[in-house]
Structure formats: C-alpha cells, structure tokens
C-alpha cells in the first residue's frame, strides 16, 4: 500500500520526536543550612531539597509568647522562632536589654539582622560608631566585629542566618521564670566562660582589657 506523502512526512516527525531524548524537568536544587550535633558538638551543614517539593518549609504561628526565654548580662533574651521551627535556616529572637547590660565585642559565624522596636542604643561596628533608636536597622554579614551599648532600657529584633544560636543562649545563661528583666547582678559576668562557650557555637568573642 501507498501511503500519500503528506502522511509519511507525519509519521517520521513523529518517529524522530520520539527517539529524541527528552531533558528530565528543570527542578532547582537549593542547599538548605542546617544545625545538629556530633560527637556531644554543634555542627552545621547543608542538605539538598529541591523547589516545589512539599517539605520545602513550614508555617510558624505564634499569637503568644511561647519560645524559650533566657536570662544572660542582665538582659531577657527570648526565642520567637528556632532553628527547629525554621529547619535551620534561621533563629529569631527578640532582647530587652537595659543601660550597661551590653554583650562585648563578638563575631557570627551567620548573618545578623537588627531592628530596633523600643529605646535606644550605640551600636558599635567595624570601627565606627551609630546612635539608634525606634527603626534603626543593621545588617551584619558574617564574620563581622560589632557589639552594642544600652543607652535607655532597648528591646531588639534579631534574626540570625543560619539558626542555632538559641543553643548558645541556653548554655551561657539560666532559663527565664518570667518574661521580664532579671534582677541586677550582684557580681561581674564570668566572661572567661562566655568566650569559652561562644567558641562552640563558632563566635569570637572579645574580652574587654582590665
């Protein structure tokens, strides 16, 4: 039989269509940051998980305050999200520190995010100094020097990229019976002991000389 040549013509696009190989869908791989332990230490790392696939995050509702809370150098330190409820990628927690409870100098081994919501404060980076109030915000990348000084009682939003840090604040202070300022301290901070415990977290952090 004779087939008319405008089927033949069909039937080898079709034929050549099907022998082509066919590229599997683009999916975009992303390494999502993590935070575990090993050997009794904090590690992080990163896992692949590719976009669209239905793990790729969760929802975090809180319409209270439910997050650990941390009393460290006369300041509330509270969690409003960890590394757990983000999968690592980020913590973020919020610090009502008063006058002369500032941190020393330190380092991240993340990203930091600063947003003032109440008071102000001199906030101390790469050698220069900045007076904040209600709106400021700084952005530090990793590895950067900073520390900040209370000029009134200041509440701070930070975010830390990737989380973990929690457990630093876990260690290096006590658990918070109530979600206010600690009594003032009766003795100076063991600051020996903060850097030793800021070390295993990946922080460098500074003991003022004297």
Aim: glycine share 10%; charged share 20%; with cysteine.
């Amino acid at each position: 039989m004779v087939l008319p040549r405008a089927m033949t013509r069909r039937r080898r696009c079709r034929a050549r269509a099907a022998a082509a190989p066919h590229p599997p869908p683009s999916r975009a791989t992303l390494l999502v940051p993590w935070t575990g332990s090993r050997d009794g230490r904090r590690v992080r790392g990163s896992q692949p998980r590719r976009r669209g696939d239905p793990a790729m995050g969760k929802t975090v509702v809180r319409t209270e305050a439910k997050g650990d809370a941390y009393w460290m150098l006369g300041g509330l330190y509270e969690v409003l999200a960890s590394s757990e409820d983000t999968e690592g990628t980020a913590t973020v927690m919020q610090m009502t520190v008063p006058v002369a409870s500032g941190p020393p100098p330190h380092t991240h081994p993340g990203s930091e995010s600063v947003y003032v919501v109440e008071g102000t404060a001199r906030v101390h980076v790469n050698g220069e100094s900045h007076d904040a109030g209600p709106g400021a915000f700084f952005h530090f990348p990793a590895g950067t020097l900073e520390t900040f000084e209370p000029t009134s009682t200041v509440k701070l939003l930070i975010t830390y990229q990737p989380g973990g840090i929690e457990h630093f604040f876990a260690e290096a202070g006590e658990r918070a019976p109530r979600r206010e300022l600690p009594p003032p301290p009766d003795t100076p901070p063991d600051l020996a002991r903060l850097v030793e415990i800021g070390e295993r977290y990946g922080m460098q952090i500074q003991v003022p000389p004297g």
